[in-house]
């Protein structure tokens, strides 16, 4: 039992852990879309990165809030993966001179961020379940969900402008 009881203890830490790493996740998302934005030349691109910036906020909020509810600090525990990410987009998209070039390089480099964002979250979201956290569990699915909708718009707008690159050569 005791051995039961460590065990759920030390699932929960990781929980709390990994919140506040996804927190660090999203707010450098935060940061860095405006930037991408910006250096995107697609109308429809440009406001799926602005769409994509507000549902951003709002996943900040959300884990912000499911900390608050675990009495857990809301202070965020840097996410490595993110700045790695995040630098390697830069280095794709500061070359690209090609306007078409540089919105394909600046839609792989997000989606590359929102597959990380579901499988990170995709973890928490089960371990929620299992500590019998239910409402940050939907929460959390809420937050998956926002991610899928923007990777798949993202693969559409991809599926033209990709087209264009090649077609640009
Ligand atoms: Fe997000």
Not at 75 to 85: F, G, P, R, T, Y
Not at 118 to 124: E, F, Q, R, T
Not at 126 to 131: E, G, T, V
Request: net charge negative; with cysteine; aromatic share 4%.
């Amino acid at each position: 039992m005791k051995l039961f009881s460590a065990n759920l203890d030390s699932l929960r830490d990781l929980y709390h852990n990994q919140l506040r790493m996804l927190l660090s996740t999203e707010q450098q998302i935060v940061d860095a879309l405006p930037t991408m934005l910006e250096k995107a030349t697609d109308p429809q691109l440009k406001q799926a990165f602005q769409s994509h910036l507000q549902e951003t906020r709002v996943h900040v909020t959300r884990l912000q809030d499911i900390l608050r509810q675990e009495n857990r600090e809301v202070d965020a525990i840097k996410c490595k993966v993110l700045s790695a990410l995040v630098s390697e987009a830069e280095d794709m998209i500061k070359d690209a001179t090609d306007l078409t070039v540089r919105d394909v390089a600046l839609i792989a480099a997000a989606q590359r961020v929102e597959h990380y964002e579901i499988a990170s979250y995709g973890a928490v979201r089960r371990w929620a379940q299992i500590l019998g956290r239910q409402g940050q569990a939907a929460l959390l699915d809420q937050t998956i969900k926002e991610e899928g909708h923007a990777d798949h718009l993202l693969t559409s707008i991809a599926d033209r402008v990709n087209v264009e690159a090649d077609k640009a050569a």
